[in-house]
């Protein structure tokens, strides 16, 4: 079974910004809540299917699917639920490892998430100097939380 292990800390300054590459990304949700999550991501020119279990610690089930860019717009455009994520992923190397680090636009526009994925959940890792505090396990900065209860709305 395909799984990921994945810590998310709040952003604190905008350095990263000139240590990696960006990508904008438009993702929906076919399903959120009860024992599975099932996106729709359109990342830059590609499209993805992803389903993920529940997290248990800092792991959980994840199958993730390429699929044509015109199947995933449209998928978002008529099947996904609203409102949907819009952002730009920055991805930073640091030590070992390459941050994820998702600035929010749209009704999410002011939240900054750095994400990092691990192979071992006590697997040490680099901490750049903009990264803030911990939000792993706050569900409220999950992406299918935020197509829910947008950050705007809290």
């Not at 390429?66 to 609203?82: F, G, K, Y």
Request: glycine share 8%; proline share 6%.
């Amino acid at each position: 079974m395909a799984s990921e292990i994945e810590r998310k800390f709040l952003v604190r300054s905008d350095a990263y910004r000139a240590q990696g590459t960006s990508e904008r990304y438009r993702q929906g949700y076919l399903r959120s809540g009860g024992p599975a999550t099932v996106r729709v991501r359109l990342a830059g020119e590609h499209g993805f299917l992803t389903i993920k279990g529940p997290t248990q610690g800092f792991t959980r089930s994840e199958f993730e699917y390429p699929i044509p860019r015109a199947d995933a717009e449209a998928l978002l455009d008529t099947l996904c639920d609203r409102p949907q994520i819009e952002k730009i992923r920055h991805r930073v190397p640091a030590g070992a490892h390459t941050w994820e680090v998702d600035e929010f636009l749209g009704d999410n526009a002011g939240l900054v998430v750095a994400e990092i994925e691990l192979g071992a959940e006590d697997e040490p890792f680099a901490r750049p100097e903009w990264l803030g505090d911990e939000v792993t396990a706050d569900p409220r900065y999950r992406n299918s939380a935020l197509a829910q209860r947008p950050y705007r709305t809290w």
